[in-house]
C-alpha cells in the first residue's frame, strides 16, 4: 500500500512538473525593440559572414607584409647516374721528355682516364633572397590590402545598419499591426451584436432577411481582415526570427519610446552625412585604393633588384667544390612588361575616374534621401497632430457614450461602433509616430549616427 501511495506521488509530481514547463514554454516571450536589436547583431549569419572576410582580409596584410623579408628557399637532390663522364688524357698529350740523345719518354707515357664523378650524388642548399627595388611596390600592396580591410570594415558596418533598420521595420510594423487587429476586432464585435439585434428583429417581424445577409457578409468581411493581419503578423514573426535568431513561437512586445526628438537643420545634416555615411564612406575607399593602383603600376617600370646569399654542400661531383657559400646581387627585368604595363596604367587611370564618379553619384543619393527623411518626419508630425487631436476627440466621444449608458439611453451597438473609431484612431496615431521614429531612425543611419 504504501508503494502504491508512493508511485502515486511521485507521478503526480512528475506530471506537475510537465505542466509547469510546458505552461512556461507557452509564455510570450517579453521582446524590446532594444534587444530584437541586439539579438540580430549578435545572431545574424549575414553579419557573421562580413566579421570572417573583415578577418580574411587581415590575414592577407600579414601575409603580404612577409615578402619584404628576405626569402629562404632550402632545396635537396639525390641522384643516380648511369654513366659517368670521364677525362681521358692521350699518351704523349703534354709532349716527350728526353731522357738522352735517342730515347724520348712520352707524357705521359700511356693513355690515362678519370672518372669526373660517381655513381651516387647528394647536393643540398640554402639561397636568401632579398628584394631591394621591389619594397615600394610591395609596401604599396600592404597598403591595398589595408584598404580592403577598411573597406570590408565598412561594408561590415553598412550591414549592421541594414540589419538594425530591417528589424526596426519590422518591429513597428508589428505593433502596427496589433493595434489594426484591435480595430478589427471590435469591428467584428459590432458586427456580430447588430447580427444579434437583426436576428432578434427578425424573430419579431420588424425587419426583412435581406437586413440579415448583409450583416453577415460584413461579419466574413471582418473575419477576412482579422486573418489577414493575424497571417501578416506571422510573417513579420518569421522575418524577425529570421533576422534575430529567437527561437519563442510568440512575443510580447514592449512599448517604444515615440516622443519627438529634435532635429538639426538640413544643411548641417548633411555636412555630418558627408563625413559620417558609410556608403561615402566606402566609395572614398574606393578612390583611394584606386590611386594605390596607379602608383603600383607606376612602380612596376622598375626593374627587380635584390640581393643573394647561400650555401650549397654536395658529393659526387668531382668538378664542383663541396662546401661553397657565396653572395650576389640580382638583376631581372622583362622588357615587354615595359610595354604592357603602359595598359595597365591606363586601367588604373579609368578605375578612378569612375571612383570619382561614384563619390559623386553616392554624394547625390545620400542628400536626395536626408531630403527624403526629413519630408517623411515633416509629413509624420503633421499626421501626429491630426491624429492625436481624433484619438482625443473619439476618447471624448466614449466617455459620453459610457455616461449615456450608465444612464440606459443607448445602446451596446453605440459603445462598440465609438470603440472601433476609437481604436481605427489610435492605429493611425500609432501608425504616424512610428513612421516618425523610423524617419528618424533613416536619418540617424545616413548621418552614421548609429547610437
Same mark, same amino acid.
Given at each position: 500500500?504504501?508503494?502504491?501511495?508512493?508511485?502515486?506521488?511521485?507521478?503526480?509530481?512528475?506530471? $506537475?512538473?510537465?505542466?509547469?514547463?510546458?505552461?512556461?514554454?507557452?509564455?510570450?516571450?517579453?521582446?524590446?525593440?532594444?534587444?530584437?536589436?541586439?539579438?540580430?547583431? !549578435?545572431?545574424? &549569419?549575414?553579419?557573421?559572414?562580413?566579421?570572417?572576410?573583415?578577418?580574411?582580409?587581415?590575414?592577407?596584410?600579414?601575409?603580404?607584409?612577409? &615578402?619584404?623579408?628576405?626569402?629562404?628557399?632550402?632545396?635537396?637532390?639525390?641522384?643516380?647516374?648511369?654513366?659517368?663522364?670521364?677525362?681521358?688524357?692521350?699518351?704523349?698529350?703534354?709532349?716527350? $721528355?728526353?731522357?738522352?740523345?735517342?730515347?724520348?719518354?712520352?707524357?705521359?707515357?700511356?693513355?690515362?682516364?678519370?672518372?669526373?664523378?660517381?655513381?651516387?650524388?647528394?647536393?643540398?642548399?640554402?639561397?636568401?633572397?632579398?628584394?631591394?627595388?621591389?619594397? +615600394?611596390?610591395?609596401?604599396?600592396?600592404?597598403?591595398? =590590402?589595408?584598404?580592403?580591410?577598411?573597406?570590408?570594415?565598412?561594408?561590415?558596418?553598412?550591414?549592421?545598419l541594414?540589419?538594425?533598420?530591417?528589424?526596426?521595420?519590422?518591429?513597428?510594423?508589428? $505593433?502596427?499591426?496589433?493595434?489594426?487587429?484591435?480595430?478589427?476586432?471590435?469591428?467584428? !464585435?459590432?458586427?456580430?451584436?447588430?447580427?444579434?439585434?437583426?436576428?432578434?428583429?427578425? %424573430?419579431?417581424?420588424?425587419?426583412?432577411?435581406?437586413?440579415?445577409?448583409g450583416?453577415?457578409?460584413?461579419?466574413a468581411?471582418?473575419?477576412?481582415?482579422?486573418?489577414?493581419?493575424?497571417? %501578416?503578423?506571422?510573417?513579420? $514573426?518569421? =522575418?524577425?526570427?529570421?533576422?534575430?535568431?529567437?527561437?519563442?513561437?510568440?512575443?510580447?512586445?514592449?512599448?517604444?519610446?515615440?516622443?519627438?526628438?529634435p532635429?538639426?537643420?538640413l544643411?548641417?545634416?548633411?555636412?555630418?552625412?558627408?563625413?559620417?555615411?558609410?556608403?561615402?564612406?566606402?566609395?572614398s575607399?574606393?578612390?583611394?585604393?584606386?590611386?594605390?593602383?596607379?602608383?603600383?603600376?607606376?612602380?612596376?617600370?622598375?626593374?627587380?633588384?635584390?640581393?643573394?646569399?647561400?650555401?650549397?654542400y654536395?658529393?659526387?661531383?668531382?668538378? /664542383?667544390?663541396?662546401? #661553397?657559400?657565396?653572395? +650576389?646581387?640580382?638583376l631581372?627585368?622583362?622588357?615587354?612588361?615595359?610595354?604592357?604595363?603602359?595598359?595597365v596604367?591606363?586601367?588604373?587611370?579609368?578605375?578612378? %575616374?569612375?571612383?570619382?564618379? #561614384?563619390?559623386?553619384?553616392?554624394?547625390?543619393?545620400?542628400?536626395?534621401?536626408?531630403?527624403?527623411? /526629413?519630408?517623411?518626419? #515633416? %509629413?509624420?508630425?503633421?499626421?501626429?497632430?491630426?491624429?492625436?487631436?481624433?484619438?482625443?476627440?473619439?476618447?471624448?466621444?466614449?466617455?459620453?457614450?459610457? =455616461?449615456?449608458?450608465?444612464?440606459?439611453?443607448?445602446?451596446?451597438?453605440?459603445?462598440?461602433?465609438t470603440?472601433?473609431?476609437?481604436?481605427?484612431?489610435?492605429?493611425?496615431?500609432?501608425?504616424?509616430?512610428?513612421?516618425?521614429?523610423?524617419?528618424?531612425?533613416?536619418l540617424?543611419?545616413?548621418?552614421?549616427?548609429?547610437?
Amino acid at each position: 500500500m504504501k508503494s502504491t501511495n508512493r508511485v502515486i506521488k511521485h507521478t503526480a509530481t512528475a506530471l $506537475l512538473v510537465m505542466v509547469a514547463t510546458l505552461a512556461q514554454a507557452q509564455q510570450p516571450e517579453p521582446l524590446s525593440l532594444q534587444k530584437a536589436v541586439d539579438m540580430a547583431l !549578435e545572431n545574424n &549569419r549575414s553579419l557573421h559572414i562580413k566579421k570572417l572576410q573583415v578577418e580574411e582580409k587581415r590575414a592577407k596584410v600579414r601575409e603580404d607584409e612577409t &615578402r619584404k623579408y628576405p626569402s629562404v628557399t632550402v632545396n635537396s637532390t639525390y641522384q643516380y647516374n648511369a654513366n659517368l663522364g670521364r677525362l681521358v688524357i692521350p699518351e704523349g698529350s703534354f709532349g716527350a $721528355l728526353p731522357v738522352n740523345q735517342t730515347t724520348m719518354v712520352p707524357l705521359p707515357n700511356e693513355a690515362k682516364t678519370f672518372n669526373l664523378g660517381e655513381h651516387h650524388t647528394f647536393n643540398a642548399g640554402a639561397t636568401a633572397y632579398q628584394p631591394i627595388t621591389q619594397l +615600394g611596390k610591395i609596401k604599396t600592396g600592404i597598403a591595398i =590590402d589595408q584598404t580592403d580591410v577598411q573597406i570590408s570594415e565598412q561594408e561590415q558596418a553598412k550591414v549592421a545598419l541594414q540589419i538594425r533598420q530591417g528589424v526596426e521595420r519590422l518591429y513597428y510594423g508589428m $505593433l502596427i499591426t496589433q493595434k489594426q487587429q484591435e480595430e478589427a476586432t471590435a469591428k467584428l !464585435e459590432l458586427a456580430k451584436l447588430k447580427l444579434y439585434d437583426v436576428e432578434s428583429a427578425l %424573430q419579431s417581424g420588424k425587419t426583412i432577411d435581406a437586413s440579415k445577409a448583409g450583416l453577415q457578409a460584413s461579419i466574413a468581411d471582418e473575419e477576412q481582415n482579422l486573418l489577414k493581419l493575424t497571417i %501578416q503578423m506571422d510573417d513579420y $514573426l518569421a =522575418d524577425l526570427k529570421h533576422l534575430t535568431g529567437l527561437t519563442a513561437d510568440q512575443v510580447t512586445l514592449e512599448g517604444v519610446d515615440l516622443s519627438a526628438t529634435p532635429t538639426a537643420n538640413l544643411e548641417e545634416t548633411k555636412a555630418i552625412a558627408s563625413k559620417n555615411n558609410v556608403d561615402l564612406k566606402l566609395a572614398s575607399l574606393g578612390r583611394a585604393k584606386s590611386e594605390l593602383a596607379i602608383k603600383a603600376a607606376q612602380q612596376s617600370y622598375r626593374p627587380d633588384v635584390g640581393l643573394v646569399a647561400g650555401y650549397s654542400y654536395q658529393v659526387g661531383n668531382l668538378l /664542383y667544390p663541396t662546401h #661553397n657559400p657565396f653572395a +650576389g646581387i640580382n638583376l631581372k627585368w622583362n622588357i615587354q612588361d615595359l610595354f604592357a604595363n603602359k595598359q595597365v596604367l591606363n586601367q588604373r587611370h579609368f578605375l578612378r %575616374q569612375q571612383a570619382q564618379e #561614384n563619390i559623386a553619384n553616392t554624394q547625390e543619393q545620400v542628400n536626395n534621401s536626408i531630403e527624403k527623411a /526629413y519630408r517623411k518626419i #515633416n %509629413q509624420a508630425t503633421a499626421l501626429i497632430n491630426v491624429a492625436q487631436r481624433a484619438v482625443q476627440y473619439r476618447t471624448e466621444e466614449l466617455n459620453v457614450q459610457n =455616461d449615456r449608458k450608465a444612464a440606459g439611453l443607448n445602446l451596446p451597438s453605440d459603445i462598440l461602433v465609438t470603440q472601433s473609431q476609437l481604436a481605427k484612431a489610435q492605429a493611425d496615431l500609432l501608425s504616424a509616430q512610428l513612421n516618425y521614429r523610423l524617419a528618424q531612425s533613416e536619418l540617424k543611419i545616413l548621418t552614421g549616427d548609429i547610437k
